[in-house]
């Protein structure tokens, strides 16, 4: 299985922050990474597929990038509502894996 | 408006049965172009993906459950449903069904979860 790396597992910010996390693959991936979004209590939310395509309806304060092993997260200026535990996901092969999850405080 | 909403039993005994249902509103899982699969989560730990079916009955399993999960689709009552046997405390978590693309391996249409706990 691919082994999904995420850093760092915990961060704290302050809204207008620039936040960014990364996430690295135990061997080449290519594009197929996804990022989600955890808020407490509730089911992960797809904002980022194929490394950096946007999902419909998500602001575009967040962004992906990264290719092969090494991925970046971003979200440009942080907002109160963005408080959640963030999870990468590799898609290249099967069984899909997902990261341990970087949990973003304010 | 796409809905997945699971249910079942909220505690199973160890080596029994789980099963889960997952009923799909707003949408037909007679789709050819979506596959529908299950996602779990044990209390603080990551996500771990059980399985992915498509309507026509393929099915792609973890392998680290392959032996023991068991998922299909009841076209006719719109429904997705998990068995996974011989449960262990191991398996205590929240089960999520979800839906993905033909093209991508990611999860666009999440249900709320279900807490599912093992214990005598």
């Known amino acids: 299985d691919i082994q999904m790396t995420q850093s760092p597992s915990s961060l704290s910010a302050s809204v207008g922050d620039r936040v960014t996390i990364t996430c690295q693959a135990s061997?080449?991936?290519?594009?197929?990474l996804n990022w989600y979004q955890q808020k407490p209590g509730k089911a992960p939310k797809l904002l980022i597929y194929?490394?950096?395509d946007l999902q419909i309806g998500v602001p575009s304060r967040f962004s992906g990038s990264g290719s092969g092993t090494d991925f970046t997260f971003t979200i440009s200026s942080l907002q109160p509502e963005d408080i959640a535990i963030y999870y990468c996901?590799?898609?290249?092969?099967?069984?899909?894996?997902f990261g341990q999850g970087t949990r973003l405080e304010i | 408006q796409l809905q997945l909403q699971e249910s079942g039993p909220g505690l199973v005994k160890p080596s029994e049965t789980l099963s889960l249902t997952c009923t799909v509103s707003?949408?037909?899982?007679?789709?050819?172009?979506?596959?529908w699969g299950w996602i779990r989560q044990p209390p603080g730990k990551r996500l771990e993906w059980i399985g992915n079916?498509?309507?026509?009955?393929?099915?792609y399993y973890n392998p680290s459950l392959k032996s023991r999960v068991t998922i299909y689709v009841d076209t006719s009552k719109n429904q997705v449903s998990l068995k996974l046997n011989s449960v262990t405390a191991a398996d205590t978590a929240v089960y999520y069904c979800?839906?993905?693309?033909?093209?991508?391996?990611?999860?666009?249409?999440w249900g709320r979860g279900t807490l599912v706990t093992v214990s005598s």
């Open positions: 979800a839906r993905r693309p033909n093209d991508g391996n990611y999860f666009q249409n």
């Open positions: 707003g949408g037909s899982i007679r789709s050819n172009i979506y596959y």
């Open positions: 079916i498509h309507y026509s009955g393929s099915t």
């Open positions: 061997q080449d991936i290519s594009k197929y």
């Open positions: 194929d490394a950096s």
């Open positions: 996901q590799q898609c290249d092969s099967l069984p899909v894996t």
